[in-house]
């Protein structure tokens, strides 16, 4: 049974960091795109950020602050959020699968059940 379990969320504020873990398992995921989306309340979810063999992306709005990395031994991912905004503030999920387009949330197959990213402002 394949589980991603998220980690490293919490309260901060704006202009602080704050890194994210997802640790997978259950499955070989070495091939896998892995990756967060998130969902602010009362907005859509939306990308944020994803990397696989091919490399790493992001949305333009975390360009330059937040740094995606993959421990494939781990087969963990993490997510370094720095310079945070209030308007980071959301639920982040952590995903996985084998995406054709990587940027739509319908892509992936596996999704962590999501922790909390708040920024004060």
């Known amino acids: 049974q394949v589980q991603l379990v998220e980690s490293g969320g919490g309260l901060v504020q704006a202009g602080g960091s704050l890194r994210l873990s997802c640790a997978a398992s259950g499955g070989s995921f070495s091939t896998y795109a892995m990756g967060w989306f998130r969902q602010a309340p009362g907005k859509e979810r939306e990308f944020v950020s994803v990397?696989?063999?091919?490399?790493?992306e992001y949305a333009a709005d975390v360009k330059g602050r937040f740094t995606i990395s993959k421990d494939n031994a781990k087969n963990t991912v993490f997510l370094q959020m720095n310079s945070l905004k209030p308007e980071d503030t959301a639920i982040y999920y952590c995903v996985a699968g084998e995406p054709e387009g990587i940027f739509s949330q319908y892509e992936y197959r596996y999704w962590g059940q999501g922790t909390q990213v708040t920024v004060s402002s």
């Open positions: 990397i696989s063999w091919s490399g790493s």
